[in-house]
């Protein structure tokens, strides 16, 4: 994984430095609240609902195990004992105090890490697959390019102060893991015929209030000009992107206001200008930087292993783990694992220090000392040997980190809400964990299939409700909490947005209502079928009758 060098380290401890003269400034008076904002916010801090929240960055999701225990030590030291996985594979504090984050930033940039352009009208954290690197359907390996884009971006000067925050997704497999059709920009790494690395770039795509696949902007980008092109689509949007009206402000909606031809127009009329100048990566500066994610020291394995599978065979709880949580490895005896986040009764994508000091723990013993972050707020072991799998369930189990549900409904994205965030129009982790409660037999979770179930507090679409096969979204109707519930959404190639099925529900109906379309869909699905593949076949309308059954005129509930 990348490590910084010399230059990079000096840059962040200048910000460091300079941050803490800031906050000691806010807090002595010296500057206004209107003053300081701006600064926090480049720094990764927000003021919640009940106390200041700080996002720190992760880098396409990437860390090493020293880093995990830096993490751990902060939540212990600064914070209430744990931390939590974001929708960007970044890590968040939910109670740190205002005076104490300079001090937290100090400590992140002895482990190269900081939060730099996690919040702000700026380029955010680029994300990619979990599975980078190691992933059997992988074309290229996006990691050094997704490097080069956030050495890029980060402290950009020209793009510090775009229209509205913006957001890179890059994938190098055949299949779509990063979701770059729901960012506004998506770069998507493939090989033509002749072997060359190519890129299909997607712009204007984004969720939130106004939802919106993004659309291909260019089918067949050279790598070598990635910065170049990305610099000219930013230039348009920065040059035209509405600033009077933050719900209008995103890349989106100038794409959908000009079309998809004209705005490709004005980007190519503006990467005309610096399409061969500096920002033309180089063959000797991808090596550069691609000299950083080599392999680990893989041991010379066969492709199986005879205790794994007489434990698999023996155990079923640990069968169970082995189908939903470990993955397909490139490297022959090597697979991918999922530490499951999502236990019920806890706030999906949250773990406690000592969780994270055992995680530190499982990636030096069983995976080179790496891992990932997961945009599921899930947590990837990438190169775990086939016969170390039994050892590392066992002790994964302990630790309440070995819940077999990646991909069942119960694995469920989901945003803060209310709960913490000042934005939030209501909570969204009761309403998990009453879904978690509903459906914790996990005979019935492994019945039902995939199925993705995303959760927001509000139109923000933190949780991407919309891209969920079943998506939940807080809003407020006369200053009380309630739920609009969506079906029909999905990641992937063929992704799409959810259609919502009607009127919104109270808390204590949501449960009862996913229930209700889980049932829809056990009776009719054909065996191949996923919930989704249900939902396109049949359309909502089965789904909506069922759901609205008991609802006469002027009655509030649908009940369970």
């Given at each position: 994984?990348?490590?910084?060098?010399?230059?990079?380290?000096?840059?962040v401890?200048?910000?460091?430095?300079?941050?803490?003269?800031?906050?000691?400034?806010?807090l002595?008076?010296?500057?206004?609240?209107?003053?300081?904002?701006?600064?926090?916010l480049?720094?990764?801090?927000?003021?919640?609902?009940?106390?200041?929240?700080l996002?720190?960055?992760?880098?396409?999701?990437?860390?090493?195990?020293?880093?995990?225990?830096?993490?751990?030590?902060?939540?212990?030291?600064?914070?209430?004992?744990?931390?939590?996985?974001?929708?960007?594979?970044?890590?968040?504090?939910?109670?740190?105090?205002?005076?104490?984050?300079?001090?937290i930033?100090?400590?992140?940039?002895?482990?190269?890490?900081?939060?730099?352009?996690?919040?702000?009208?700026?380029?955010?954290?680029?994300?990619?697959?979990?599975?980078?690197?190691?992933?059997?359907?992988?074309?290229?390996?996006?990691?050094?390019l997704?490097?080069?884009?956030?050495?890029?971006?980060t402290?950009?000067?020209?793009?510090?102060?775009?229209?509205?925050?913006?957001?890179?997704?890059?994938?190098?497999?055949?299949?779509d893991?990063?979701?770059?059709?729901?960012?506004?920009?998506?770069?998507e790494?493939?090989?033509?015929?002749?072997?060359?690395?190519?890129?299909?770039?997607?712009?204007?795509?984004?969720?939130?209030?106004?939802?919106?696949?993004?659309?291909?902007?260019?089918?067949?980008?050279?790598?070598?000009?990635?910065?170049?092109?990305?610099?000219?689509?930013?230039?348009?949007?920065?040059?035209?992107?509405?600033?009077?009206?933050?719900?209008?402000?995103?890349?989106?909606?100038?794409?959908?206001?000009?079309?998809?031809?004209?705005?490709?127009?004005?980007?190519?009329?503006?990467?005309?200008?610096?399409?061969?100048?500096?920002?033309?990566?180089?063959?000797?500066?991808?090596d550069?930087?691609a000299?950083f994610?080599?392999?680990?020291?893989?041991?010379?394995?066969?492709?199986?292993?005879?205790?794994f599978?007489?434990?698999?065979?023996?155990?079923?709880?640990?069968?169970?783990?082995?189908?939903?949580?470990?993955?397909?490895?490139?490297?022959?005896?090597?697979?991918?694992?999922?530490?499951?986040?999502?236990?019920?009764?806890?706030?999906?994508?949250?773990?406690?220090d000592?969780?994270?000091?055992?995680?530190?723990?499982?990636?030096?013993?069983?995976?080179?000392?790496?891992?990932?972050?997961?945009?599921?707020?899930?947590?990837?072991?990438?190169?775990?040997?086939?016969?170390?799998?039994?050892?590392?369930?066992?002790?994964?189990r302990?630790?309440?980190?070995?819940?077999?549900n990646?991909?069942?409904?119960?694995?469920?994205?989901?945003?803060?809400?209310?709960?913490?965030?000042?934005?939030?129009?209501?909570k969204?982790?009761?309403?998990?964990?009453?879904?978690?409660?509903?459906?914790?037999?996990?005979?019935?979770?492994?019945?039902?299939?995939?199925?993705?179930l995303?959760?927001?507090?509000?139109?923000?679409?933190?949780?991407?409700?919309?891209?969920?096969?079943?998506?939940?979204?807080?809003?407020d109707?006369?200053?009380?909490?309630?739920y609009?519930?969506?079906?029909?959404?999905?990641?992937?190639n063929?992704?799409s947005?959810?259609s919502?099925i009607?009127?919104?529900?109270?808390a204590?109906?949501?449960?009862?209502?996913?229930?209700?379309?889980i049932?829809?869909?056990?009776?009719?699905?054909?065996?191949?079928?996923?919930f989704?593949?249900?939902v396109?076949?049949?359309?909502?309308?089965?789904?909506?009758?069922?759901?609205?059954?008991?609802?006469?005129?002027?009655?509030?509930?649908v009940?369970?």
């Amino acid at each position: 994984m990348y490590k910084y060098d010399q230059y990079d380290q000096q840059l962040v401890n200048e910000r460091v430095a300079q941050y803490r003269d800031q906050t000691r400034r806010y807090l002595a008076g010296e500057l206004k609240e209107e003053e300081f904002r701006p600064l926090r916010l480049q720094n990764g801090l927000y003021i919640q609902r009940y106390a200041p929240m700080l996002r720190v960055a992760v880098p396409y999701g990437l860390l090493n195990s020293n880093q995990i225990r830096k993490i751990a030590h902060i939540a212990r030291t600064y914070d209430k004992g744990y931390a939590h996985v974001s929708t960007r594979q970044n890590f968040q504090y939910n109670w740190p105090e205002l005076k104490n984050v300079p001090d937290i930033l100090a400590e992140l940039a002895t482990v190269q890490m900081h939060a730099i352009q996690t919040s702000g009208n700026c380029i955010r954290n680029v994300t990619t697959d979990q599975f980078a690197g190691i992933a059997p359907d992988e074309v290229v390996d996006p990691r050094p390019l997704a490097e080069i884009l956030r050495q890029w971006s980060t402290f950009h000067p020209e793009f510090a102060l775009l229209p509205r925050k913006f957001k890179f997704a890059v994938s190098g497999t055949t299949n779509d893991r990063a979701v770059v059709q729901m960012h506004d920009i998506g770069l998507e790494f493939y090989r033509n015929a002749a072997n060359e690395l190519l890129i299909k770039v997607w712009a204007g795509g984004g969720l939130g209030r106004t939802p919106i696949l993004g659309e291909v902007i260019e089918e067949a980008l050279p790598w070598q000009h990635m910065l170049t092109y990305a610099e000219a689509i930013i230039r348009v949007y920065n040059r035209h992107g509405r600033r009077d009206n933050a719900y209008k402000a995103r890349i989106k909606i100038l794409v959908k206001a000009l079309g998809i031809e004209e705005f490709k127009r004005q980007v190519e009329a503006e990467w005309a200008f610096h399409k061969d100048g500096p920002n033309t990566i180089t063959q000797a500066e991808f090596d550069r930087v691609a000299k950083f994610f080599t392999e680990p020291a893989y041991a010379q394995l066969a492709d199986s292993d005879a205790g794994f599978d007489a434990k698999r065979a023996e155990e079923k709880a640990f069968a169970n783990w082995v189908k939903r949580n470990v993955h397909a490895h490139r490297q022959p005896g090597y697979r991918a694992v999922t530490l499951s986040l999502k236990v019920t009764g806890v706030a999906p994508g949250d773990i406690t220090d000592k969780q994270l000091d055992l995680v530190a723990d499982l990636a030096d013993k069983y995976s080179f000392g790496e891992l990932r972050t997961t945009h599921e707020q899930n947590i990837v072991l990438s190169d775990v040997k086939l016969g170390d799998l039994y050892a590392l369930w066992q002790e994964a189990r302990a630790a309440g980190l070995a819940t077999p549900n990646i991909g069942l409904i119960t694995d469920i994205i989901c945003c803060p809400g209310g709960s913490f965030c000042d934005l939030a129009n209501a909570k969204s982790i009761p309403i998990a964990e009453s879904i978690q409660q509903l459906f914790d037999d996990l005979d019935y979770q492994h019945d039902i299939g995939d199925l993705e179930l995303n959760i927001s507090g509000c139109m923000n679409s933190c949780g991407h409700h919309h891209v969920g096969h079943i998506g939940v979204l807080g809003v407020d109707k006369n200053d009380e909490e309630w739920y609009q519930v969506s079906i029909g959404g999905k990641q992937g190639n063929d992704a799409s947005l959810g259609s919502v099925i009607g009127p919104s529900f109270a808390a204590d109906e949501v449960a009862g209502v996913v229930k209700r379309l889980i049932d829809v869909y056990l009776e009719n699905r054909t065996p191949e079928e996923r919930f989704i593949d249900t939902v396109r076949r049949l359309g909502a309308a089965p789904f909506k009758e069922r759901v609205y059954a008991d609802r006469q005129p002027g009655k509030q509930k649908v009940e369970a």
